[in-house]
C-alpha cells in the first residue's frame, strides 16, 4: 500500500521548459490548426456555429474514447467499444421505439448491458488467459452480429425527445449539453485516476503487473474492474449517440472505433506524457476533428477522413512510443 501512495504523496518536481513544451505541444499544434484555417476561411471556419458544431457532435467519440483509455491504462486492449456503442444505441431504440418503455428504464438497459459485455471480456481474458485483443475483438465482433439480428439490419428512428433535448436540443453558451457531460465525464476520471486508491492501483497496473502483484494489489480484480467500467462507459456513450440522432443505425457507430483509438493514443503524449489520460484524449479529439473539419470545408474529399485518422493512429502511437523512450507497454 505504500508504495501505490507514493505517487500521490511525492513533491511536484521543478519546472522545466522541455517538459512543459511536451504537455502542451498538441495543445499549440491545434491552436495552429485553428489559426491556419481560420486564415484561410475567415468567416465560416471562426464562426461560433462552427465551433459549437464541432464541439456538440464529437462529444460521443470523447466519451468512446475516455471509456477506451480506462483497460488502455491497466495495460489491456478493448476491441469491443464502438460495438457496444452501438447495441446500447441499439437497445435504447427498440425498446423505447418498438416496445413502448419510458426512456428512463431504458437508458438502465443499455447501460447494464454495457457493463455485462465489459464482465463477459473480463472473464475470458483474465480466466482462460487469452490476449485482450483477441477476446475483445471475438465478443465485438459477436455483439455486431446480435445488433444485425435485433435491428433486423434497419434503422430505427423515433426515440423519445426527452431523450434528445438532454443530449443536443439543450444547449449552454449554445453548445449542446452533451458536450459538458463529456467534459464532467473527464473531470471524473481524471480525479479517480489521480487522487483515489483504485485511480493509483489501475496505474500502478499498467506500468508493471508482475510488481504490482508483488506489491499485495490483485491484479486481475483491477483489470476486470477496468473492462466493466470501459463498457458502462460506452454504453453510455451509445446513450449520447441515440440522443445525437434521435435513431440507432445498426453499422455506423462502429465507425468510430478507429478515431477513438487514435485520439486515445495521441492523448497519451500531451497534458501527461507517456500516459492515457482523459483531458488529454479531449484535447486529441477535438485537434483531429479540426483538422477534418477544416480540409472539408476547403473542398476535400470524403476519404480524407480515413487517411486523416488512419495517419493520426500511426503516427500517435510511434510518438507515444517516444515519450515513454520507446519502453514496450505491458499489453500482456
Do not use: C
Not at 480506462?70 to 486492449?77: E, K, N, R, Y
Not at 444485425?148 to 453548445?175: A, D, H, K, P
Not at 446513450?239 to 453499422?251: Q, R
Not at 482523459?278 to 474529399?301: D, E, K, P, R, W
Amino acid at each position: 500500500m505504500t508504495t501505490i501512495d507514493m505517487p500521490a504523496k511525492a513533491s511536484r518536481p521543478a519546472f522545466n521548459i522541455k517538459r512543459e513544451g511536451e504537455r502542451f505541444a498538441l495543445v499549440a499544434a491545434w491552436l495552429l490548426l485553428i489559426v491556419i484555417f481560420g486564415t484561410l476561411m475567415p468567416d465560416s471556419f471562426l464562426s461560433w456555429r462552427n465551433f459549437s458544431t464541432m464541439f456538440g457532435s464529437q462529444a460521443v467519440l470523447v466519451v468512446l474514447t475516455l471509456a477506451i483509455i480506462i483497460p488502455l491504462t491497466s495495460g489491456d486492449f478493448d476491441l469491443s467499444g464502438a460495438s457496444i456503442l452501438t447495441m446500447s444505441s441499439m437497445l435504447i431504440a427498440v425498446l423505447n421505439v418498438k416496445h413502448g418503455w419510458s426512456i428512463g428504464p431504458v437508458i438502465i438497459v443499455a447501460l447494464v448491458s454495457g457493463a455485462v459485455i465489459g464482465a463477459i471480456n473480463a472473464f475470458f481474458v483474465l480466466y482462460f488467459r487469452i490476449h485482450s485483443l483477441i477476446v475483445t475483438l471475438g465478443v465485438g465482433t459477436f455483439v455486431n452480429g446480435m445488433i444485425l439480428w435485433v435491428s433486423q439490419s434497419q434503422t430505427i428512428s423515433g426515440v423519445s425527445m426527452t431523450l434528445v433535448e438532454w443530449v443536443i436540443i439543450n444547449r449552454l453558451f449554445g453548445i449542446p449539453l452533451a458536450f459538458f457531460y463529456a467534459l464532467i465525464l473527464a473531470a471524473v476520471i481524471w480525479y479517480v485516476l489521480e487522487y483515489t486508491i483504485p485511480g493509483r492501483k489501475l496505474l500502478f497496473v499498467g506500468r508493471g503487473r508482475e510488481v504490482s502483484r508483488l506489491n499485495g494489489i490483485n491484479v486481475d480484480k483491477v483489470r476486470a474492474v477496468s473492462f466493466i467500467v470501459s463498457g458502462l462507459i460506452a454504453a453510455l456513450a451509445g446513450v449520447f449517440y441515440s440522443g445525437m440522432t434521435g435513431s440507432a443505425d445498426p453499422l455506423s457507430g462502429l465507425n468510430l472505433l478507429l478515431p477513438a483509438f487514435a485520439a486515445a493514443f495521441l492523448g497519451a503524449t500531451t497534458i501527461s506524457p507517456g500516459r492515457f489520460n482523459s483531458f488529454g484524449a479531449i484535447i486529441s479529439v477535438y485537434f483531429l476533428v479540426t483538422g477534418i473539419t477544416g480540409l472539408t470545408m476547403l473542398g476535400a474529399q470524403a476519404y480524407v477522413q480515413n487517411l486523416f485518422y488512419g495517419g493520426a493512429l500511426v503516427i500517435a502511437v510511434s510518438l507515444s512510443q517516444l515519450v515513454r523512450n520507446r519502453q514496450p507497454q505491458d499489453f500482456s
